[in-house]
C-alpha cells in the first residue's frame, strides 16, 4: 500500500459520508489539503482514523485504524490457468536449455538464487542433475529418460551445452580455453554431440562383394533417345504385315484330307457328327 491508497482511503471515507463522486487525476488530484477540509465537513476526524472494537471482547483497540473506501482491483491468478508439468518438450537452439512459460510448453526456472539455496543446503546430487541432465546435458538428458523407461540405473551427467557455449563465446574474443582435471591432464570436450552417440551395433563385414544391380535407365531418357517418336505418334499407317510369316492356325488347306483320314481310321461320319 502507497501514499496515495491511503489518500484515496480518506477521499472514498469523506465523499460517502458526503454523498458526491470526486474526480481525481494523476498529477492535477486533490491535495493532503483538500482531502482534511473534506473530512472536517464530513464530520470526521482530519487524521482520518477511527475506533475499532474487538468483535470477540466489545472492548476498543488501543489504536485509531484508518477506515475509508478505495478502488479495489482483483488480480485474475488462478490455479486452473497457472498449473503446468513436462517431462519433456522444446528446447532452445543455442544454449540448449527448455524454453520458459507455460505457453511455450517451458520447464521450471532454477535460477541463481536458488542455486545458492542448494548449495547451502549441500544438496550436491540433486544440483547437479538440475544443472545438466534436467536441462542442457544433451546427450545425458536422452540416456537418463532412457534408464528410467528402462529401470536401469542413471548413468552420470556430462557437459552442459551451456559450459561449451560459454568456452565459444570466449574463444571468440581470441582466448584460448582448456579444461584441466585434478592431475592438471587437458579434458577433451566433444564440439559435436554427434560423436557421444554410441554407434549401432551391427556388422556390415563381408557386404562389399554383394553385387549391386544398375537401376534401369528412365523413361524420358529412353523417349529421348527415339528422335520419329512425334512422327510415329502421329502416323495413321496401318502396320505391314509379311507374307511369309503366316500366323499358324489360320490356314485350312490341308483339312479335308484330314478329316476324311480321321473318318476312315475311327469309322465315323464326320457330317453327321458336326450336323
Known amino acids: ?120 543446503y549441500g544438496a550436491a546430487y540433486t544440483l547437479q542433475e538440475i544443472l545438466t541432465v534436467k536441462s542442457d546435458d544433451v546427450v545425458g538428458r536422452v540416456k537418463t529418460y532412457e534408464a528410467i523407461v528402462k529401470g536401469d540405473n542413471v548413468p552420470p551427467a556430462g557437459v552442459p ?19 584441466l582435471s585434478d592431475t592438471r591432464d587437458e579434458i577433451f570436450i566433444n564440439e559435436d554431440d554427434d560423436d557421444d552417440v554410441a554407434p549401432i551395433d551391427v556388422n556390415l563385414t563381408g557386404l562389399e562383394d554383394v553385387p549391386v544391380f544398375a537401376p534401369i535407365g528412365d523413361e524420358e531418357d529412353d523417349l529421348e533417345d527415339f528422335d520419329d517418336f512425334d512422327d510415329f505418334e502421329d502416323s495413321e499407317e496401318e502396320p505391314a504385315v509379311s507374307e511369309e510369316a503366316e500366323p499358324a492356325g489360320d490356314s485350312l488347306d490341308g483339312l479335308d484330307e484330314d478329316l476324311a483320314e480321321l473318318s476312315d481310321t475311327l469309322d465315323l461320319d464326320i457330317d453327321k457328327e458336326i450336323e
Not at 484508518?66 to 508439468?85: E, F, N, R
Request: charged fraction near 25%.
Open 161 to 179: 551445452e551451456s559450459f561449451k557455449v560459454l568456452i565459444k563465446e570466449l574463444q571468440s574474443l581470441a582466448l584460448d580455453i582448456k579444461v
Open 1 to 120: 500500500m502507497n501514499i496515495g491508497q491511503v489518500l484515496e482511503l480518506h477521499l472514498g471515507a469523506a465523499c460517502k459520508n458526503l454523498g458526491i463522486k470526486i474526480a481525481t487525476p494523476v498529477f492535477d488530484g486533490a491535495t493532503e489539503t483538500d482531502i482534511k477540509e473534506l473530512l472536517v465537513k464530513a464530520g470526521l476526524n482530519e487524521d482520518g482514523k477511527t475506533t475499532l472494537y474487538d468483535g470477540r471482547s466489545g472492548e476498543p483497540f488501543e489504536n485509531r485504524v484508518s477506515v475509508g473506501y478505495m478502488y479495489y482491483l482483483k488480480l485474475a491468478h488462478l490455479v486452473d490457468d497457472k498449473i503446468h508439468a513436462r517431462s519433456t518438450g522444446p528446447y532452445s537452439l543455442v544454449t540448449q536449455q527448455p524454453l520458459g512459460g507455460k505457453a511455450q510448453f517451458g520447464g521450471q526456472r532454477f535460477g541463481e538464487m536458488e542455486v545458492w539455496a542448494l548449495e547451502a
